[in-house]
């Protein structure tokens, strides 16, 4: 309408309409990305959500400038109008998730997650769950293990790697990491049923009975590090919500 209408009331019209339209729009998908997202990774929900939607404003400034050099400036806003009118219509086709297709998280109430006394403040946290895996059982592993990333990754983790082992290619190991040890502990609150299925079919790969996970906190060379056992309480945590189980004293022992 902007672009055809050689009345400026006019187009003064169509433009009220047209930011009408657009502010509906983005105050909408605002809110929908925000109550989509999971609290522990909405910021970085909002921030793929804002690049999406204003980061590439550059490019489609430049785009529509160049169209107008070419074609002028009324045919350029009638051409892409046009074209959003026809991604728009696309877009209902994409199966977009809505507010009332989302499954909320179930938690069993019979897996309690226990307070954690210890505190530490630490930067990073590494956690490390090794498998060694029956060379017919890979595939399927590795199906299960891409499962297992979207788990950690939704449940507050901030990378996340599978690594093999140079002198036995059948023994796997599983490396993510996540701010703090808090951090890490408020994993397990958000390990919900779905979740621990995930982590349970990835258990039973292992050929020796069960894999084994460890945790390396990062330490400040600057100050003395913290000798307080965290795991004793934590320990709980992974029997309770079907984590991966913690190395037994001896067990450890062998792994230094």
Not at 76 to 83: E, G, P, Q, R, T
């Amino acid at each position: 309408g902007v672009g055809i209408s050689a009345n400026p009331l006019l187009a003064g019209v169509f433009l009220v309409g047209a930011g009408s339209c657009w502010v509906w729009t983005l105050t909408t998908l605002n809110a929908s990305a925000q109550l989509l997202s999971p609290s522990w990774v909405r910021g970085r929900t909002m921030s793929l959500y804002t690049l999406s939607c204003v980061g590439v404003y550059p490019v489609g400034a430049i785009l529509a400038g160049a169209m107008a050099d070419a074609v002028g400036t009324n045919n350029a806003y009638v051409f892409l109008s046009a074209a959003g009118i026809v991604l728009g219509l696309a877009a209902t086709r994409s199966r977009l998730p809505v507010l009332s297709e989302i499954e909320s998280p179930e938690f069993s109430t019979d897996r309690p997650t226990p307070v954690h006394a210890a505190e530490e403040s630490s930067g990073p946290v590494m956690i490390l769950s090794s498998w060694t895996i029956d060379q017919e059982n890979i595939d399927e592993f590795l199906t299960v293990m891409r499962e297992l990333r979207i788990v950690r990754l939704r449940t507050g983790a901030y990378r996340w790697r599978l690594y093999r082992e140079a002198g036995d290619p059948r023994r796997l190991t599983e490396a993510f990491l996540t701010v703090s040890w808090e951090e890490h502990l408020n994993q397990h609150s958000r390990i919900d049923d779905a979740s621990a299925r995930v982590i349970g079919r990835a258990r039973a790969f292992d050929i020796r009975g069960e894999p084994i996970t460890r945790h390396l906190l990062a330490v400040d060379t600057e100050e003395p590090p913290n000798f307080d056992d965290l795991l004793s309480a934590h320990s709980e945590m992974h029997a309770v919500d079907g984590s991966i189980p913690l190395p037994d004293a001896n067990q450890q022992g062998d792994n230094s």
